[in-house]
């Protein structure tokens, strides 16, 4: 591979400089890609391998990240589950039958990859092709709690009530759940990798919302499960939002890289996942709304942090947001890889 700087610093190996990729670096910020949003869908954008291939590759030749991430979104299994999914204009995701009882998770399908999300496997082979080897992409999924929480809830929550009720009243119903998610986040996964996926992220993006107790008993088990499922030798970075105060728990879910927000400083949260494992953060992403010189000064407040250490991959402490100036993103990454390469 002609650039293999975040496959190294995945395996915590020396590169020649701090990688970078940014999570939802293929987006609305972005106007080439509003130019296709504005014919098409999100989800024909998803199912169309040709337009997903395509949007995947706009921020590796605008901005010159180290790492392609598939164009897809952590919901796409849900059709295959037999779960109703509409991307409502300004609403985001509404799911039209959540799981709420013993019989909705009866309901639930196993899905099959190559038959349930076909268009997706071919996109990941299409941007393989169109790579020809000059970086390495990254598959993805949502954690087993993010994926739950959302089919339970019905969409987007701001206490989850749904879930967590769901967790206290009924905790068998709960496991029950969980371990189908499981089953159903390890084949689509393990698809990926088989169409060439080089990385894979796991997204917990709304795992802070629960407190250590709850973690510990009933995610974690889960999380561990799809990470230790993963074939081959293939890096699994373990994301996660707002849980910095039980990082150590998120450690033990496992993952050769964990990934952290900004609400803990890197050095910190290096300290407490240890040596043994690579990290990735954690600019805050509307750091990028500011001036050049704030840009410059906080992403080298994280790379002083990181200290030259192998095994840090610099991204965002979440995704890229809407409206960030194209120049800002592009002047990050530019100085990420200048300021490394010189050692800090």
């Not at 024909?44 to 897809?72: N, S, W």
């Not at 959540?98 to 990859?113: H, L, W, Y």
């Not at 082979?125 to 993010?146: N, Q």
């Not at 609400?263 to 001036?291: C, H, K, M, S, Y």
Request: aromatic share 8%; net charge negative.
């Amino acid at each position: 591979m002609v650039n293999d700087t975040f496959l190294k610093a995945c395996r915590r190996e020396p590169a020649g400089y701090t990688p970078v990729w940014l999570m939802r670096q293929a987006g609305r910020y972005m106007k080439e890609y509003m130019a296709i949003r504005s014919k098409h869908s999100f989800l024909e954008m998803c199912r169309t391998p040709e337009l997903a291939c395509e949007v995947t590759l706009q921020p590796v030749e605008k901005l010159g990240v180290d790492a392609a991430i598939i164009f897809a979104d952590i919901l796409l299994p849900l059709e295959g589950m037999g779960i109703k999914l509409e991307f409502a204009k300004n609403e985001g995701p509404v799911i039209h039958n959540p799981v709420r009882t013993p019989a909705d998770i009866d309901a639930i399908r196993i899905i099959e990859p190559v038959e349930d999300v076909p268009y997706l496997l071919e996109a990941i082979r299409m941007v393989r092709r169109e790579l020809e080897g000059k970086l390495p992409l990254i598959g993805f999924s949502g954690a087993p709690f993010t994926l739950a929480s959302y089919i339970i809830e019905g969409g987007g929550s701001r206490n989850y009530v749904h879930a967590k009720g769901l967790m206290y009243r009924e905790p068998a119903q709960w496991h029950r759940l969980m371990e189908k998610i499981t089953e159903i986040i390890v084949r689509y996964l393990n698809a990926q990798i088989e169409a060439g996926a080089q990385a894979v992220q796991i997204f917990d993006s709304w795992a802070g919302c629960l407190g250590p107790e709850d973690y510990r008993e009933f995610v974690l088990p889960y999380t561990r499960k799809v990470i230790e499922s993963v074939r081959g030798d293939v890096p699994v970075i373990n994301f996660s939002t707002n849980t910095g105060t039980y990082l150590d728990l998120v450690r033990e879910a496992g993952g050769d890289v964990v990934g952290v927000d900004w609400r803990v400083r890197l050095d910190r949260a290096w300290e407490v996942v240890g040596d043994d494992v690579a990290i990735q953060g954690n600019l805050d992403p509307v750091t990028l709304f500011g001036p050049a010189s704030e840009i410059e000064k906080r992403a080298g407040r994280i790379l002083e942090m990181a200290a030259n250490r192998p095994g840090h991959i610099f991204n965002l402490g979440h995704g890229v947001i809407v409206g960030t100036p194209v120049d800002n993103v592009k002047r990050l990454v530019d100085f990420v890889h200048e300021q490394s390469s010189r050692g800090g």
